[in-house]
C-alpha cells in the first residue's frame, strides 16, 4: 500500500499475514500468534484457534466500530479545547475545613476562588457535589463519581487543579468524606456562595443537580469559565452527559450483561465481597 493509503484499504488489502511461530519454554510445540495480525480480513485480537467464522466477523465490526468512537472523542476533545474565551467571572468564596480530612472539622476557613489554582497555566475542574439544601442525602451517583476521582486524584493533580463543591456546610460535607474514604478530595462548601446557582447546580428553590465545569486563570489574573456539563444534555437524554467521568459504567459496558438500568446505591458502602 503506498504512504497515502487509507486505513480500508489496508483492511481490503491485508487479507491475510503468515502467522509468526514461536516455542514454549521446554515444549517443542509451534504456537501459533495471531494477536496484531490480520486473518482472513480480521484483526485478532487474541491468539485462540477456536473462534467461529461468526464471531470474528461480528467482532471485526466492533472493532471498527470501537476505532470509529476513538476518534470521535478526539474530534470532540479538540472542539473543546478550541472553544473561544469564557466569561470572566468573580472571585467566588469558599468555606474549607483542614486539609487533612481525619483532623476534625475546625478551623473552618474561608477561601477564595482565585486560591484554587495552585500553578500558573492549570485549568481548574470542579465537581458539584449533589448535597446539601433540598438535597438533604448525598447522591449516590456523585458519590460514585467522586469515589473514582478520590482514586486517580495523585494522577489529575500532575496536570490540574481539582476541587469537590456542594451545597451542605462544611462538617456534614466532611463526614460523608470520611464515610467513602476520600482523603485525596479538596472539599469545599459554597452553602453561603451563589456559585452553584451560577453554574446550573443548584435552582432558587435550593434542589440540587450534578455538574463538572472547569476554569481558567489568564497571565492577568483574570479568572474565566471555560466549560460546563450536566447529566442532561437534551430533553430526551437526560442522565448520560458526564458519564465519561466514571470508568463504572464503561466496564459493565465490556460485559454480555451491560449496563441494565443500574444505579449507585450508599447501602453496598465501600466493601468488596471477597471470591
Known sequence: MSAGGTASEALGTAVRIAHRYCRRENDNAEVTIMVHTFVDGTYRLTNLTTESPGYLAKREELRLGEVELMRQRERIAELRRNLPEGAAIEDYQFEEGPR???????????????????????SLVIYHLMFGKKQTKPCPMCTAWLDGANGIAHHLAQNLDFAVVAAADVPTLRAHARARGWDKLRLLSAANSSFKYDFGSEDREGAQDSTVSVFTRDARGVLRHFYTAHPRMSPDI????????????????LTPQGRGNWYASLSYGTKVPTA
Open 100 to 122: 487533612d480530612l481525619n483532623a476534625g472539622d475546625a478551623p473552618v476557613r474561608n477561601v477564595s476562588f482565585s486560591k484554587l489554582f495552585t500553578k500558573p497555566d492549570r
Open 238 to 253: 437526560q442522565q448520560r452527559g458526564i458519564d465519561l467521568l466514571a470508568p463504572i459504567w464503561h466496564f459493565m459496558d
